[in-house]
């Protein structure tokens, strides 16, 4: 049976870490997804107290995902400086359908700037994305892209439901917890 592939969203926000603290102004996340044929394309912006440095500590804490809601397990292995495989699974509830998830994801990271991911493996056809980390006045805005080609037996008018309702409730929670990734991670940056 094919799976459903919103789980991909979760998957890329799963390397980051998680836990509860008040949401930021409604004015500070923007979240947005079209679909073209039968590829959906992610668009995300939040900004955030964090320092570049913590921004980059935070996009880069794979194995925290687990705190995401959903994600079961998230291991992480390094291939070589700059590359990380981090494998996935996550439940998604969708209609009254719950789906256990599994990818393979392979990052490439450009220290303290951006993050590039693609799938190697897992219930989607394909998912590419990048997150960008940009400094203002006030911490860092992270911007985050991505491609997904689902691979479901579920219509595309429902995945496109639930992938515009539910972006950016998921996107709120990262930068939710961004803001506390800051106050409990406080000495991985001297900024």
């Not at 590359?83 to 490439?108: G, K, P, W």
């Not at 799938?119 to 991505?146: C, K, N, P, Y």
Request: glycine content about 4%; charged content about 25%; overall charge negative.
């Amino acid at each position: 049976m094919q799976r459903l592939p919103l789980h991909l969203l979760a998957l890329s926000l799963m390397s980051l870490s998680l836990a509860a603290i008040p949401a930021e102004p409604e004015d500070t996340l923007f979240a947005g997804v079209e679909r073209e044929g039968d590829v959906f394309h992610l668009h995300a912006r939040l900004s955030t107290s964090l320092s570049r440095c913590q921004a980059w500590h935070y996009l880069t804490d794979y194995e925290a995902a687990v705190n995401l809601p959903g994600v079961i397990r998230s291991t992480a292995a390094r291939v070589d400086e700059r590359t990380v495989q981090v494998e996935r699974v996550a439940d998604e509830r969708i209609l009254f359908l719950r789906i256990r998830l599994r990818s393979l994801l392979e990052f490439t990271e450009f220290p303290m700037e951006r993050l590039h991911f693609t799938q190697l493996a897992g219930d989607s056809r394909a998912f590419t994305g990048e997150w960008r980390i940009v400094q203002d006045s006030t911490g860092s805005t992270l911007e985050f892209s991505g491609d997904w080609q689902p691979d479901s037996v579920i219509p595309l008018f429902i995945i496109d439901y639930f992938a515009a309702h539910d972006l950016e409730t998921r996107f709120r929670e990262v930068r939710r917890l961004a803001e506390t990734y800051k106050q409990t991670h406080a000495l991985a940056c001297s900024v």
